[in-house]
């Protein structure tokens, strides 16, 4: 069984920054792609950033470009996402998911396994 356990959210003014956190929690069999979406109040989830473990192999949608970056620690077994410049718009429930695909995608329907989410809030 496994678990995807995200933290790091909070509140945060525009400009600042947070880092998230997904611990795996469990065992996946062999590399997976690790991904971050988030979802605003009324809008549908979309991908954010997604990086492949087997090699590092980033994709980053094109609102996060230049601002969040996506890192994987395999000896921890953690995903981060760097979110620097934030802006009103990226306040949202952040999540953390696990795809058994061999590259970085963002796909969501891809993706196995999801965390519960963590509540980013910009002001």
């Known amino acids: 069984h496994v678990q995807l356990v995200e933290s790091g959210g909070g509140s945060v003014q525009a400009g600042g920054s947070l880092r998230l956190s997904c611990a795996t929690i469990?065992?996946?069999?062999?590399?997976?792609?690790m991904g971050w979406f988030r979802q605003a109040p009324g809008k549908e989830r979309e991908g954010v950033a997604a990086?492949?473990?087997?090699?590092?192999?980033?994709m980053t949608a094109h609102f996060a470009e230049g601002r969040f970056t996506i890192s994987q620690d395999n000896s921890k077994k953690t995903t981060y996402l760097q979110m620097n410049s934030l802006e009103l718009e990226d306040s949202g429930v952040y999540y953390c998911?696990?795809?058994?695909?061999?590259?970085?995608?963002?796909?969501?329907?891809?993706?196995?396994?999801w965390g519960q989410g963590t509540q980013v809030t910009v002001s």
């Open positions: 998911a696990a795809s058994p695909a061999q590259w970085a995608e963002l796909n969501q329907r891809s993706y196995t396994y």
């Open positions: 469990g065992n996946l069999d062999s590399n997976w792609c």
């Open positions: 990086v492949y473990t087997g090699t590092s192999l980033r």
